[in-house]
Nanobody, 123 residues
């Protein structure tokens, strides 16, 4: 089993920034498409963005211009930089990895998931 670990969450004021990281203890993350999802209390998990195996990146419209996904191949990690955070961004953020073909927004295309890291945006 591939074990993914997210880090970098925390409490931040509106307008602040955080950088989340996703790492695989087996150091194989470079071989996967990696996505970020988030889940607010009482809501379904929501796709946020992804980086392909060829390092193309995509984020949903609501975070375009604020969130950036990047891959650090030297370290086998993927990062989600979040700027200008809003209270609506409050959620548990998960990274997920997989190589199945299909719409990148589908949860079932990702075989491996981390435990999640809490992001809270509040004054």
């Amino acid at each position: 089993q591939v074990q993914l670990i997210e880090s970098g969450g925390g409490l931040v004021q509106p307008g602040g920034s955080l950088r989340l990281s996703c790492a695989d203890s087996g150091r194989t993350l470079n071989t996967y498409r990696v996505a970020w999802f988030r889940q607010a209390p009482g809501q379904e998990r929501e796709f946020v963005g992804a980086v392909s195996r060829g390092d193309d990146t995509y984020v949903i419209d609501s975070v375009t211009g604020r969130f950036t996904i990047s891959r650090d191949r030297a370290d086998n990690t993927v990062h989600l930089r979040m700027d200008n955070l809003e209270p609506g961004d409050t959620a548990i953020y998960f990274c997920a990895a997989g190589n199945s073909l299909g719409a990148i927004t589908r949860e079932d295309l990702y075989e491996f998931w981390g435990q999640g890291t809490q992001v809270t945006v509040s004054s």
